[in-house]
């Protein structure tokens, strides 16, 4: 038994003294590579002499000790990509991507013949891609995504049969889309987003049957999208938004396209009807039109995509003026995971559906403003407990603004500006203690300010003006110190004095209390809003101006008070404190 222990114990000892064998040529071409580099984090500090090359970080190699895969990312290093990579004869992966490298790609990187995935993306690399990289014929993957590449794409690319992946996105090319691209009949992801391209998108990408990724979002391509895109029906995303594109969308598009989950097409001149075959891509989440010159009716057919989840139709010419008009909008009660429905400035009309109370309780986003809109805002509008977005604003809505608004408690935003409102603020505003934004001017409310306003804790601006308000305004607005951005009460029928929590204020870039009937002197603790750069309290009655505090540079860099006032003080208007 002894000498059989001892028998392990010499073998063991023997192995941990035999050294892995080394090849000189590839030791030395990743320290050419670590030669070019700035490490100061220290990530490389294991690629030294002392240790073999196939156990430094990053580096893989294979049973007979040849590097195969060299992953940095995410590595923090800087510095320029050394040619002696391409002496990695059998390298399969080259990783480099989330790091701060410079400089060209070596045109000697197209030597590496067995290369199958290439991601350099996310770096800061310069000029042109390698024509010749068309010669790493085994390339299944390729991202060179957000760098500052150059030049035009080379149509050779399109000579990589194995490619399934190409991103290139996030770039400043210049130049067309290659047609050449279309040979690639592997190609499931094509990534071009943002990166100045021209021209028209090629019919011969329609022979990419295995395309489910295809996204040329932010570019500049104009002309009509080929029609044999539409054929391609293995696409899951097809985003072409922010671009000059022209022409409709084929009636019978979406009977080709089963598959479709998201649809962005935004920002370009796009013009005629929403197809109702809408209804055959029963996989979408996303539908982006916003930005183009569709008319019509919506198809209420959209109200059978049961997973949409994000829906813009925003900016374009879009009508609903009879009930049956609207049966879209009911429709859309349909979809249970409707998160974000965006329908403003088009030319809907009529009255704002009831319907609206139903809409999914995930909402959190509802903006139809700057439409023509009449009715009331049904009482039910506080089911959607979910909205952090809810814009109704420059419509036609009128009756008052129902109390339930305060079961919003998630709103961050308000606006229901420019409508023919009657009667007060609810109480119940009180209640949205997330709420950043309200926009409330110019919508013929009445009454007092409520003083429930001192309980939206994160208030940042408010516009109440161009109403018939009346009464004070309650010390407990004033004393929110959240209020940072402006406050503007302006062009209403407040009385009183104001109060000396205007101190409170220290955050507040501009205070608008013009044209009212705000009586008394000014309060000399308006020197402590330290951030103010616009006062205006010009039309108001007040008796006197607290100088001794106004002209230490606390204030305003434009202050507006009534004229008479100024007179009697000898101050000219726009006085500079």
């Known amino acids: 038994m002894i000498f059989f222990f001892f028998i392990i114990i010499f073998q063991s000892t023997i192995a941990s003294t035999i050294s892995l064998p080394s090849n000189t040529s590839e030791q030395h071409a990743l320290l050419s590579f670590k030669s070019l580099i700035s490490d100061s984090h220290g990530t490389l500090d294991s690629w030294n002499n002392t240790l073999h090359y196939c156990k430094w970080r990053g580096v893989t190699c294979s049973q007979q000790q040849r590097v195969i895969s060299l992953e940095l990312e995410n590595f923090n290093i800087t510095g320029s990509i ?3 990579l391409a002496n990695l004869t059998n390298l399969r992966r080259l990783h480099l991507s989330k790091n701060h490298l410079h400089g060209h790609i070596p045109q000697e990187l197209s030597r590496l013949a067995m290369l199958d995935s290439l991601n350099m993306s996310y770096n800061s690399l310069n000029g042109e891609i390698p024509v010749n990289l068309s010669n790493c014929s085994n390339l299944r993957f390729i991202s060179l995504a957000n760098n500052m590449l150059t030049g035009a794409l080379p149509a050779e690319l399109g000579v990589l049969s194995k490619l399934q992946v190409l991103s290139l996105n996030e770039n400043t090319f210049s130049g067309g889309i290659p047609p050449d691209l279309g040979n690639i009949s592997s190609l499931t992801g094509l990534y071009l987003y943002d990166d100045g391209l021209e021209g028209r998108i090629p019919d011969a990408l329609g022979k990419l049957t295995s395309l489910k990724i295809f996204q040329v979002v932010g570019n500049n391509l104009s002309g009509e999208i080929p029609p044999s895109l539409y054929n391609i029906s293995s696409i899951q995303f097809f985003t ?14 979406f009977q080709t396209l089963p598959n479709l989950q998201m649809l962005i097409l935004n920002d370009n001149r796009l013009h005629g009807q ?12 996303e539908l982006d039109l916003k930005g183009n010159n569709f008319s019509g009716i919506v198809p209420s057919e959209l109200g059978s995509l049961q997973k949409l989840y994000w829906i813009n139709l925003a900016i374009n010419q879009l009508e609903a003026r009879s009930a049956e008009d609207w049966k ?6 349909n979809c249970s995971l409707l998160g974000t429905l965006e329908l403003s400035k088009n030319r809907f009309s009529g009255e704002l559906p009831r319907s609206i109370a139903n809409l999914s309780t995930r909402l959190d986003w509802l903006s139809m403003e700057q439409n023509q809109m009449t009715g009331s805002i049904p009482e039910g509008i506080g089911n ?17 603004i129902p109390a339930s608004i305060g079961k919003l408690k998630k709103l961050h935003v308000l606006g229901l500006r420019k409508n023919n409102f009657t009667g007060s603020i609810p109480n119940s505003i009180g209640n949205l203690t997330q709420l950043i934004r309200l926009y409330l001017e110019d919508s013929g409310l009445s009454g007092s300010i409520p003083p429930s306003f001192g309980n939206c804790r994160s208030l940042s601006e408010l516009n109440l003006s161009h109403n018939d308000l009346t009464g004070a305004i309650p010390k407990e607005l004033l004393s929110l110190s959240s209020l940072s951005t402006y406050v503007d009460l302006s062009n209403n029928k407040l009385s009183g004095t104001l109060p000396a929590e205007l101190s409170s204020l220290k955050n507040l870039g501009e205070f608008d209390i013009s044209e009212n009937r705000i009586t008394g002197q000014i309060p000399s603790a ?6 103010l750069e616009q006062l205006f ?8 101006l607290a100088r001794e505090r106004m002209d230490m540079g606390y204030v305003t860099k434009e202050l507006h008070a009534t004229k008479a006032m100024l007179l009697r003080f000898g101050i000219e208007e726009g006085y500079t404190c």
């Open 274 to 285: 929403i197809p109702v075959s809408l209804s055959n891509a029963t996989d979408i989440v």
């Open 328 to 333: 879209f909008f009911t429709s859309l009660t």
């Open 240 to 253: 072409a938004g922010d671009n000059q594109l022209v022409g409709s969308l084929p009636p019978s598009m």
């Open 384 to 400: 959607l407990v979910n909205l952090t977005v809810l814009s109704l604003a420059k419509n036609r809505l009128t009756g008052s």
């Open 537 to 544: 309290l010009n039309e108001n009655l007040f008796q006197e």
């Open 526 to 531: 308006i020197g402590d809003c330290q951030s």
């Open 82 to 84: 050394s040619p002696h």
